[in-house]
């Protein structure tokens, strides 16, 4: 079997799925500023998700559901890290697609 056009999921369709690094970036430097931030997809007010135990913010639009990756914040900028460490209330599921 071969698939046509072997690239992965790439941003460029219309709405993209996924935060890039760069929106995130935006968004929490909006959210520290004291201003709503919204979805980039839906315009909806995103809320913040805060994991005391790991320092660790994301982003999750309440509507859509479309939720940055876990992150920390330095005086360097933000550290994303992939895979939750401390929470994984889905274990099983897939959590995209
Ligand atoms: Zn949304």
Not at 26 to 40: E, H, M, N, S, T
Not at 68 to 85: E, I, N, Q, Y
Request: glycine share 12%; with cysteine.
């Amino acid at each position: 079997m071969s698939e046509q056009g072997g690239a992965a999921d790439r941003e460029g369709r219309e709405g993209s799925p996924h935060l890039s690094h760069a929106q995130i970036a935006q968004l929490w430097a909006k959210f520290r500023a004291g201003d709503v931030i919204y979805c980039p997809r839906d315009s909806i007010g995103m809320a913040l998700a805060v994991d005391g135990a790991a320092k660790a913010y994301r982003l999750v639009c309440t509507q859509c559901g479309l939720a940055s990756p876990w992150f920390g914040t330095t005086p360097a900028g933000l550290v994303f890290r992939s895979p939750p460490a401390t929470v994984n209330p889905n274990a099983g599921n897939s959590p995209d697609e």
